[in-house]
């Protein structure tokens, strides 16, 4: 005849629920906390994805007020430009990528980006983007 086991019909078959194992107790504030930081890091979300990035225009008013100090633009013009900018980044981004891969490398870097718009935008141009960008980031590394 088989031994009695010490083990229940419901923990052979696993029905039971497994009890937590609790190194020490729970401090009640600390749970309170955590619930803070979590509805904390929601709402944050939230607001992110409702400023959602769709659009260039604001860039285009303050670049020109720069430039032209009394001169807009209208909203067809604003449009027209945003589609433009998109383009020319998708494009930029495009070859890039293609020449991170004909190098054999998973890193794309500012290398890469500066061939590219010396490649996509003719002569001068190509010349003074590069010039003004790295201009751009020399100021803005000393700012900091």
Not at 2 to 11: K, M
Not at 67 to 95: C, P, R, Y
């Amino acid at each position: 005849m088989a031994e009695p086991s010490s083990v229940t019909s419901e923990e052979s078959l696993g029905t039971k629920e497994a009890e937590p194992f609790e190194a020490e107790p729970e401090n009640p504030k600390r749970k309170t906390a955590k619930r803070k930081r979590a509805k904390r890091k929601t709402a944050k979300r939230q607001r992110r994805r409702s400023d959602g990035f769709d659009s260039f225009a604001a860039y285009f008013r303050r670049v020109l007020k720069q430039v032209h100090q009394g001169l807009s633009l209208s909203q067809e013009a604003v449009k027209v430009m945003d589609s433009f900018v998109k383009d020319i980044f998708e494009q930029i981004a495009t070859e890039a990528a293609r020449l991170v891969r004909s190098s054999k490398r998973s890193t794309l870097s500012c290398r890469e980006i500066q061939t590219s718009v010396r490649l996509l935008l003719p002569g001068e141009m190509g010349k003074l983007a590069v010039s003004n960008a790295n201009k751009a980031v020399i100021t803005y590394t000393t700012g900091k």
